[in-house]
């Protein structure tokens, strides 16, 4: 592999300068459509195809026909020989109420508390391609809508445990719903995996919570969404339960619209930012999973069985039997990955682990009880098509260095606001009996950084960055294109955005990166307010699809009418209304490869 690693890859466009201004923008050789923007309709076939109305006084019957809020993780799944006729898969992350109903949440209802919900969770969406511009097909048979109220199923481990069941569901086998849906992965049976991120901001919990909600930053009243006033679900001391239903991966088949969503409970229940799939060298399926939050752990999964030919019909429960890993990073740049098995390790019932079951649930717990490394916000991860090799983005952490949890050698920076990429190779190599090969399934890695995030030439120490190229900060979203490209997308905050480190960073970005030279160029700038996030190709990568989340965000956001919205008027412009975020497909004019 060597000689092939070093040769490096071209980027053949014109890089973009750092940008402040109120659009999207890309390489003048390059052209950008916005697609699907929330409240356009799905395309549901036989169904009504409501109009998005400006003033947000669409219905909740509509928002259930409509693109949903805040676009995130996204995935292209082809549907015949024509590589630009497809489904997309995406998640719609979380709701800004203030922005959904026309009155913000200055009044507060059940139906307002529904149309949140319908404004949640994932779509299908069946586009084509012609003659240069891509469309949303209408009346498709792929189709749907899925939100935090649609019927799903358990399966693995802790499918009917007791700690999932609840009044309306005594078996523990049917929850309600997907939320949060953060980062996603596409299996090689052709099935999306969409992720449960912060699902505890939804949850109004007692004033106490418990050591378990505490563990995972349940308290009182939430983030704000204001669900549990007129729904018990969410309400946590009425309903105890129904927080164990959420933090997981679900698996999704876009062929079958009325395929029933399973949570995998054999993958761990976190804060999912995403679940990337790749294949170990006897074929079984491997998924790379990370927790988003400051000093959490990556983990993986590898099933017990081989993947199968035949699409998910013969691959339908290949996650629910493996092994759930969660990685040290050790000095010298060497890891290992841990096995959270019951009766391994001490998680055993004296520790709180009674059964497999009880070890996914409190996934956090089981980490940390075997000794795993926190991590910096350990937010996508994305494996390369050829090498195997692995890379993770991490995304920020202000916190380190503060109560004793101090830089390391795997999170090298304290106040380590511009985050970093970490890479590794998987293998038996450590005590010289074999190489790093690349074989997803083996418990050890050799580590190394790919990039320290930041100026190079910042004052502080902490904020210099070694990037060889283009700079940025915060990176999040994170996919390798079939040609072995890397792709960065940043989330810079709002409240962090334009000031002291990120001073002339711009708004959010995505950059393209050779992982053989390091060699980084800026590939697109966002409108004011936004982040850039999902980032899928057609086969033939004559076009990238990407999502321009909350355009317009104010730092103080969330279900305040107060707060005026006029920070963007992207897509529509100043006459359009309240910006949105969109699914944007990006082409070369000519026609040509993406980022070659
Ligand atoms: Fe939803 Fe970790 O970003
Ligand atoms: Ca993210
Ligand atoms: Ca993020
Ligand atoms: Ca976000």
Same mark, same amino acid.
């Given at each position: 592999h060597a000689a092939t690693a070093a040769k490096g890859k071209s980027l053949g466009f014109t890089s973009v300068p750092v940008s402040s201004a109120d659009a999207l923008v890309v390489p003048p050789e390059y052209e950008a459509q916005v697609l699907y923007r929330w409240g356009d309709a799905t395309g549901v076939a036989g169904a009504a195809a409501p109009t998005f109305a400006g003033d947000a006084s669409n219905s909740v019957q509509e928002q259930l026909l409509q693109a949903g809020m805040h676009h995130d993780g996204m995935e292209y799944f082809p549907l015949d020989k024509n590589?630009?006729?497809?489904?997309?898969?995406?998640?719609?992350?979380? =709701?800004?109420?203030?922005?959904?109903?026309?009155?913000?949440?200055?009044?507060?209802?059940?139906?307002?508390?529904?149309?949140?919900?319908?404004?949640?969770?994932?779509?299908?969406?069946?586009?084509?391609?012609?003659? +240069?511009?891509?469309?949303?097909?209408?009346?498709?048979?792929?189709?749907?809508?899925?939100?935090?109220?649609?019927?799903?199923?358990?399966?693995?481990?802790?499918?009917?445990?007791?700690?999932? !069941?609840?009044? *309306?569901?005594?078996?523990?086998?049917?929850?309600?719903?997907?939320?949060?849906? @953060?980062?996603? %992965?596409? =299996?090689?049976?052709? =099935?999306?995996? =969409? @992720?449960?991120? #912060?699902?505890?901001?939804?949850?109004?919990a007692q004033d106490k919570p418990t050591p378990d909600e505490l563990r995972y930053g349940l308290r009182s009243k939430g983030f704000g969404y204001r669900w549990h006033e007129f729904d018990e679900r969410f309400d946590a001391v009425k309903t105890p339960n129904e927080q164990n239903r959420f933090g997981w991966v679900v698996e999704i088949d876009p062929q079958d619209p009325t395929q029933t969503p399973i949570k995998r409970t054999a993958l761990g229940r976190i804060k999912h930012e995403g679940a990337t799939t790749t294949l170990s060298r006897d074929g079984r399926a491997v998924v790379y999973m990370g927790d988003d939050e400051r000093f959490e752990y990556v983990y993986k999964f590898v099933s017990r069985d081989k993947v199968k030919p035949g699409g998910y019909r013969a691959n339908r429960e290949l996650l629910d039997h493996g092994t759930l890993y969660v990685a040290r990073f050790d000095a010298q740049g060497y890891g290992r990955w841990l096995p959270l098995v019951h009766g391994e390790d001490g998680l055993t019932a004296v520790a709180g682990f009674p059964s497999q079951a009880e070890v996914v649930i409190k996934c956090r717990?089981?980490?940390?009880?075997?000794?795993?490394? /926190?991590?910096?916000?350990?937010?996508?991860?994305?494996?390369?098509?050829?090498? +195997?090799?692995?890379?993770?983005?991490?995304?920020?952490?202000? *916190?380190?260095?503060?109560?004793?949890?101090?830089?390391?050698?795997?999170?090298?920076? #304290?106040?380590?606001?511009?985050?970093?990429?970490?890479?590794?190779?998987?293998? !038996?190599?450590?005590?010289?009996?074999?190489?790093?090969? %690349?074989?997803?399934?083996?418990?050890?890695?050799?580590?190394?950084?790919?990039?320290?995030?930041?100026?190079?030439?910042?004052? /502080?120490?902490?904020?210099?960055?070694?990037?060889?190229?283009?700079?940025?900060?915060?990176?999040?979203g994170l996919q390798f294109d079939a040609g072995g490209l890397l792709w960065i997308q940043t989330d810079v905050s709002t409240s962090a955005m334009h000031k002291g480190a990120y001073a002339g960073m711009g708004n959010n970005m995505m950059l393209c990166a050779d992982p053989a030279t390091g060699e980084t160029k800026r590939f697109l700038t966002g409108p004011a307010g936004c982040e850039i996030t999902g980032v899928t190709f057609t086969p033939d990568r004559r076009a990238v699809f990407i999502n321009i989340q909350h355009p317009g965000e104010t730092a103080s956001e969330r279900g305040d009418p107060a707060q005026p919205k006029a920070v963007s008027h992207w897509p529509d412009g100043p006459t359009g209304g309240r910006p949105r975020s969109a699914t944007v497909v990006i082409r070369r004019k000519d026609g040509g490869t993406v980022g070659t």
């Open positions: 590589p630009r006729h497809g489904l997309l898969a995406i998640n719609h992350e979380y =709701t800004d109420d203030g922005l959904l109903h026309s009155d913000g949440m200055k009044t507060w209802t059940a139906e307002k508390v529904r149309k949140s919900q319908a404004a949640h969770g994932v779509s299908i969406i069946e586009v084509v391609e012609r003659g +240069g511009v891509w469309r949303v097909m209408p009346n498709s048979r792929y189709a749907r809508r899925i939100t935090a109220t649609t019927p799903m199923a358990f399966s693995g481990p802790a499918a009917g445990h007791a700690l999932l !069941k609840t009044a *309306a569901d005594p078996e523990g086998a049917r929850p309600l719903g997907t939320l949060n849906n @953060c980062a996603a %992965g596409q =299996t090689p049976w052709g =099935t999306f995996l =969409t @992720c449960e991120e #912060n699902w505890n901001g939804y949850f109004s717990q089981a980490a940390d009880a075997v000794g795993a490394t /926190k991590m910096d916000r350990p937010e996508w991860v994305a494996v390369h098509p050829n090498t +195997g090799e692995v890379f993770l983005t991490l995304t920020n952490n202000s *916190a380190r260095g503060q109560g004793g949890r101090m830089a390391d050698a795997s999170n090298p920076r #304290n106040d380590n606001i511009m985050g970093h990429i970490i890479r590794w190779r998987e293998g !038996k190599g450590q005590g010289g009996s074999g190489a790093f090969d %690349g074989d997803a399934s083996a418990t050890e890695f050799r580590w190394m950084h790919f990039a320290l995030a930041g100026d190079p030439n910042a004052d /502080k120490a902490e904020y210099r960055g070694t990037i060889k190229g283009d700079m940025y900060g915060s990176p999040d």
